[in-house]
């Protein structure tokens, strides 16, 4: 089943890389990503009919919801900005005149990585119902209010920050406020929370290896992929502001702001 699922995500990559290569914005990966994974819950969620029925359509449902949801938020920003994104121009100048087969090779990458954080689902969802323990219900019930509080809070910070940039006087300026004024990176923060609800389902069957998961998170979001990118670039363009954003609020965990010197 992993294999149907990496080919049939190396299909959604594939047609994802060529409407970057013909429109020169290779952002849209983001898009394709979440929505290989949204694809790939559903399709676990479907034919795996050896898991409890409860847990199928818990997946379905609520896993699902977050990462159409993800889909979406990328989707409407991939839209809203005329030029790429900074990430992706960058790598379309380190890579020159190679960009398209560079690209090619980097949109298969995230198909790897897209059956990498799909499979906490499909390992819950593979796990045949006589492994279960009858507390199951428990864990599903403390997982749907990880998800949830992780769920508001991700759209919140996201909407809060969307109608910010909206906003053209705020052009240059820092958004400081709502959850922004507690946290630096508060839509990470729950992107990061969100991926504790698996390993505790995953307790009702001694899926342990699950909790991984939430580390491997928090090592992409806090040093790889997530936060100094967004860090750095915000030093470039913000410079002093952002500096005194950095010196008044949390970085990641959200928490009480110190008080403008």
Known sequence: MLWTLFYIDLAIMFLAWLFATFNGRAGIVDVAWSACISVNILLCAWFFDS????????LAVL???WFVRLSWHLARRYLSESEEDTRYANMRRAMGRFQHIGFLLFFIFQTGLA???SYPMYALLNTDASMWQAWLPMTMIVAAVIMLIA?????????QLYRFKQRLENRGRTMDQGLWAYSRHPNYFFEWLHWFAYPIIGLAAGL????????????FLYYITGIPFSEQQALKHRGENYRDYQRRTSMFIPWKPKTKS
């Open 115 to 117: 059956i990498l954080f």
């Open 63 to 65: 896993s699902s919801a």
């Open 51 to 58: 898991a409890p029925e409860s847990l199928r359509i818990f």
């Open 208 to 219: 342990y290896v699950l909790w991984i998961y939430p580390i491997l998170m928090f090592l």
């Open 151 to 159: 769920f508001v809070g991700e759209v919140l910070a996201d909407q």
